[in-house]
C-alpha cells in the first residue's frame, strides 16, 4: 500500500493547491488515487473529487471512534494504487493545544503514514531549514518524510533551500511549486466555491499537474509513500476489513437527496452507509425539479441556499412538494443549508459574488474577471422559503459558530432517542430565528473545559433541521433510527387501505 500526508507549516501555505495538483499529476500517470481530507472540510473534498474523478473522504477524529476512522480508511484505500490526504490548517493545529487531537500530525500518526511538510518559500533560504527542523523536533516520532517548497520560482533558489534542509534536517526536499498567475481558488464567505459551481476550472487542473511534473520528483515521492516497508515502521497498523451491516434497515426505502448547486454538503461516507444498509437513494433539484421524487425519506444537505434564494423561491412546486411529504409525515432530515431552506424565509447578501481567496498566493483575475467582492455586511432580498419550521434565517456580518462541538438530545428526534449525544461541526454565518425550543443541549468544550453552551435543532412533526453537520459512521444507530420512523410512517399511511380492503 502507498499513502502520503499533505501537511502544512499553516493555513494558507499552499496545500490545497499541491493537493490537487499532485492528484491531477498521478491520475495522468494510471496511478489509481484516493484522496482524503483530514476534518470536517466539504468544500477541499469536493474538489479533490472533481480533479480525480474518485469521491474524496473525510478523516476525522472528533466525530468517528478510532477504529471507526482506520477502518474506513482501509476499506477505501484498498481499492485504489496511492491515498492522497490533504491536512488541515497547519501541522500540528487541532482542536485545543494538544498537538495531535484532531490535527494532521494525530492522523498521520494513528494510521502510520509519511509526512510531506509544504514550506512556502517566498524569501527564505537556510532559514528554511530552522522551520522544517522545528517541525521535527516538536514530535520527533512524527515521520516527515518529505518537503516541497510552494512559491519558489528558480532552481537556484531551490537549490539553497535544498542545500540548507537537506544538511540539517536529514530529509529530502522533492521540489518546488512556482507561482502560477493563472490558477486560483475563488472564496465566499464560508471557504472556497464548491467544484459543483466551477467547472470553468477544469483546464487549469492540467496546467498545475504539468507544473508538478515538472518541478517535483514524483518517483521519489512513490517511494517514500510505502507503507508497507517493514523498516519504515508501518507494519503495526491493522487493516481488518470492516464489518459491513448485519441488518439492512433501509431495505425498500428510498431517500430522495437534494443536491445541486445550492445543496451539495454531503459525506461520501453517510451516503454509502445509507446503501450498505439497503437502502436506495433518488436524488432532485431544489432548484430546478418541479417536485421531489417519490420517497420514504427526504434528506437536504448544507451548501449556499443564500446565493440562490430568489430561484428557490421561484420554484413554487417544489415547495409545495416538500411541505406536502412533511404533511404526510415523510421523515425529513436537514443540516445548515437545508435548516435555511425549511423555514419561513431566507434574508440574503445583497452582494453574493465570490471574493478572492486570502488563504492562496494566486490572483483570481484571471480565472473570473475582475468581479465585485462579498462585503458580507449588506442585507439584501427577502426570499419566502418552504415553511416547514415556523422561523426565519437572516445572513450576518460575522461568522456566528465555527468548529466542534456536543449535541445531546433533549427528546426523542427524527434521527435518535432522548439522551443521545451526537459530536457535529458547525459553521454558518447566518443565525435562525424561530419560537421552536430547541431539540439538542449544545455544548463546545475546549482541553477538557466546556467554553460555551446553547440550544440547537429543530423539530416539528417528522422533520428535523440543525445547524450540525454530523457523520453517521460515529453512531450507525442514527441511520436505523430514521428508517424505523421511515418504515412506521410506511405502515400507518397503508395501514387504512389494508383495513378498508379487508
Known amino acids: 500500500m502507498k499513502a502520503f500526508v499533505i501537511a502544512g507549516t499553516n493555513s494558507g501555505c499552499g496545500k490545497t493547491t499541491m493537493t490537487l495538483g499532485l492528484l491531477k499529476a498521478l491520475t495522468n500517470r494510471g496511478v489509481a488515487v484516493q484522496p482524503y481530507k483530514v476534518g470536517p472540510d466539504y468544500i477541499d473534498t469536493a ?65 502510520n503514514l509519511p509526512v510531506i511538510l509544504v514550506v512556502d518559500g ?16 516538536f514530535d520527533p516520532e512524527l515521520n516527515i518524510a518529505g518537503v516541497i517548497f510552494n512559491n519558489v520560482n528558480s532552481d537556484s533558489h531551490l537549490d539553497l533551500i535544498r542545500a540548507a534542509v537537506e544538511k540539517y534536517c536529514q530529509i529530502p526536499v522533492l521540489g518546488r511549486l512556482p507561482k502560477l498567475p493563472a490558477i486560483e481558488l475563488p472564496e465566499r464567505h464560508l471557504g472556497l466555491l464548491t467544484a459543483q459551481e466551477s467547472s470553468r476550472f477544469d483546464p487549469h487542473w492540467q496546467t498545475l499537474a504539468e507544473a508538478i511534473e515538472e518541478h517535483i520528483d514524483l518517483d521519489a515521492l512513490l517511494a517514500i509513500s510505502d507503507i ?16 459491513a451491516p448485519v441488518e439492512q434497515a433501509g431495505l425498500g426505502l428510498t431517500v430522495a437527496l437534494a443536491h445541486d448547486n445550492a445543496f451539495n454538503f454531503y459525506y461520501q461516507d453517510n451516503l454509502d452507509l445509507l446503501e450498505q444498509h439497503g437502502a436506495a437513494i433518488v436524488r432532485f433539484s431544489p432548484l430546478d425539479d418541479e417536485v421531489v421524487p417519490e420517497c420514504d425519506l427526504v434528506y437536504i444537505g448544507g451548501g449556499y441556499p443564500e446565493s440562490y434564494g430568489a430561484a428557490l423561491a421561484q420554484n413554487s412546486s417544489m415547495l409545495a412538494s416538500l411541505r406536502t411529504l412533511h404533511q404526510q409525515g415523510t421523515p425529513i432530515y436537514a443540516e445548515c443549508g437545508g435548516l435555511m431552506y425549511l423555514g419561513d424565509s431566507l434574508t440574503t447578501y445583497e452582494d453574493t459574488h465570490p471574493k478572492t481567496n486570502g488563504d492562496t498566493h494566486l490572483s483570481a483575475h484571471s480565472l473570473t474577471g475582475t468581479h465585485t467582492l462579498n462585503k458580507g455586511n449588506v442585507k439584501g432580498d427577502t426570499h419566502p422559503m418552504v415553511g416547514i419550521l415556523p422561523g426565519r434565517s437572516t445572513m450576518t456580518k460575522s461568522l456566528k459558530r465555527f468548529g466542534y462541538c456536543f449535541a445531546t438530545a433533549n427528546t426523542n428526534t427524527v434521527i435518535c432517542p432522548q439522551g443521545t449525544v451526537l459530536r457535529g461541526h458547525e459553521f454558518h454565518y447566518s443565525e435562525f430565528t424561530t419560537e421552536l425550543e430547541p431539540v439538542f443541549d449544545m455544548t463546545k468544550e475546549r482541553d477538557g473545559e ?24 460515529q453512531q450507525p444507530e442514527l441511520i436505523k433510527h430514521w428508517f424505523a420512523l421511515a418504515k412506521e410512517n410506511q405502515l400507518s399511511r397503508t395501514k387504512p387501505i389494508n383495513e378498508a380492503t379487508k
Open 47 to 111: 474538489w479533490h473529487t472533481r480533479v480525480s474523478g474518485v469521491a474524496s473522504r473525510n478523516l476525522d477524529a472528533f466525530m468517528l471512534p478510532a477504529d471507526t476512522m482506520r477502518s474506513l480508511f482501509y476499506c477505501h484505500t484498498r481499492k485504489a494504487d496511492i491515498a492522497v490526504i490533504e491536512g488541515v490548517m497547519g501541522l500540528y493545529d487541532g482542536y485545543g493545544v494538544d498537538p495531535h487531537y484532531c490535527s494532521t500530525a494525530g492522523l498521520a500518526r494513528d494510521l
Open 122 to 137: 517566498r524569501a527564505v533560504s537556510t532559514s528554511a531549514a530552522a522551520t522544517v527542523m522545528g517541525f521535527q523536533h
Open 228 to 243: 508497507s516497508d517493514q523498516e519504515a515502521g508501518f507494519s503495526e497498523f491493522d487493516f481488518s476489513e470492516p464489518e
Open 450 to 473: 466546556i467554553i460555551s453552551r446553547w440550544g440547537g435543532g429543530y423539530q416539528v412533526g417528522n422533520t428535523l433541521a440543525t445547524y450540525l453537520h454530523l457523520h453517521f459512521a
